[in-house]
């Protein structure tokens, strides 16, 4: 991980710095917004194929509708939407193609979460050889040029 | 349990559109000014959070059914649509450091859903 907070560092980098915190944040949220949405989609029971949709268009609109009408659903797409508005933060002035794929960082949020809060989950192997390759894969986004 | 192909197309489908909602939200960040009143005003956020929410129906439907660990490797697959359109519309380049570092990624979220399995 960078550090931004250099004494005397040009501005350049200390915004750099401050990006990739930006993005880091909106991973915590979004691994958040993610586990509500998840919880609401199981409330709602939703599930629908392609092909249903296509022969009742309806499903579609009441599928929007749920992401309204169920608790859950609603905070955690606002969270998106604040996360939004932080990643657009972070990419105004900034490479899309080096803080967009740092938001796979909400996949080893979101294992390690469930983690801690279902009983029933385990660390395993592919688990953490999975997280070191997405936590090595963002150093290197990071890494300086 | 199958993975069925409706769910494969409906997953790629939604990674293709949202990698597109980042191209939105970068054009987006780049006419950002102060004021709420023209944060509300950009239509360039708004598209890309548009397209943000209806890759996201795409995925509700596509993951419903169907295995995680062949689905949620796929959703990662946007992080490599997003770089070719930033070299394509806003000529970045692609570099050692980021091809490979997407690789990585990529992998490492193959794995994480090898685990959930």
New interface residues.
Partial sequence: MTTPTVVGAPVESRSEGRAFLLVFSCTLIGALAQILVKQGTAQLGAHVTLGQVFRHPGLFVSFCLGVITNLKLFIGYCMYGVNTFLMALALKGRELSRLYPIIALTYVWVTLLSLVWLPSEHMNFFRSIGIAFIVGGVSVLGMKK | MKT?L??I??VLFGSFIGSFG??F??L???H?KGSLAR?LNNYW?AT??VL??LS??FY??GL??GQLTVL?PMV?LG?IW??V???LF?K?P??A??I??????V??????????A
């Avoid at chain 2, 992998?107 to 959930?116: K, P």
């Fill in positions: 069925p409706s769910s197309i409906l980042a191209v939200l970068k987006g960040a780049e950002m944060l956020l890309g959070i943000y929410l996201s129906v509700m439907m419903s059914q949620y990662s992080y997003a770089i359109w930033a070299r806003f970045e692609f570099t450091a980021k490979g570092g997407l690789a990585m990624i992998f490492g979220v193959a794995l994480i859903n090898l685990g959930n």
